[in-house]
């Protein structure tokens, strides 16, 4: 596996309490990608980063912010937790643009209560 | 906004047996065509992949197939074995890619 961490591996959380989870990666990869993965939804995108300091949106970013102040890291920030936000969360790294795989890191499963 | 539908949700095969995996796309602008593979309680993991240029590209028993007219790439896994069950995703799209909703494969012994 690629050297990618992410932590907490397992949290629970109260409604209304803000939430963030690390994503770290020792590849010096460009890109990083945190991914929301439910039943019967597969895998859907809430941020990436193409840089350091520069994040776009994906197709599920209400209630999530993101920031990367270094290459290696990256933090999903659940403002203030909801029982929807409740999910298993993967990031992902890949290097460029040209080699687009992506590899993913190990997930956090969070319980919003 | 862009889609990706993925056929079918589940599928049984007996072990030996091939299975095969689809996937249909809208953007035409989609370059880059992976598939990955889940076990329960695991990571995704990439298995295969092709880009737009290709037709075709195989790896022993796995094989990925493009249609970039039709919009549509498929997975093929030949002599299935117990350790293919698991949760096939397929994935395209540009900067912001889409992933399948996922294919349960279980092969029966």
């Known amino acids: 596996d690629a050297g990618i961490t992410q932590s907490p591996r397992h949290k629970v959380t109260e409604t209304g309490t803000p939430v963030t989870l690390r994503c770290h990666q020792t590849e010096n990869h460009r890109y990083m990608y945190w991914y929301r993965q439910d039943p019967g939804h597969g895998l859907r995108l809430i941020h990436y980063?193409?840089?350091?300091?520069?994040?776009d949106k994906g197709e599920v970013s209400d209630g999530y912010s993101v920031s990367r102040s270094k290459t290696e890291d990256f933090l999903l920030t659940l403002e203030s937790a909801t029982s929807s936000q409740t999910s298993v969360y993967f990031c992902a790294i890949s290097e460029s643009g040209t080699s687009p795989e992506q590899y993913f890191g190990p997930g956090t499963r969070l319980t919003v209560t | 906004g862009e889609n990706v539908e993925q056929h079918p949700s589940t599928l049984s095969v007996q072990e030996g047996d091939s299975a095969v995996i689809k996937c249909t796309y809208s953007d035409s602008a989609s370059n880059y065509f992976p598939w990955y593979k889940q076990e329960l309680g695991k990571r995704p993991q990439l298995i295969i992949d092709i880009r737009s240029n290709v037709g075709e590209k195989k790896d022993q028993r796995i094989a990925v197939t493009l249609n970039k007219t039709a919009k549509h790439f498929s997975l093929h896994i030949t002599e299935t074995q117990p350790e293919d069950s698991a949760v096939y995703f397929c994935f395209t799209g540009t900067y912001k890619y889409i992933f399948g909703t996922g294919t349960r494969l279980k092969v029966l012994a």
């Open positions: 980063s193409y840089g350091v300091k520069d994040t």
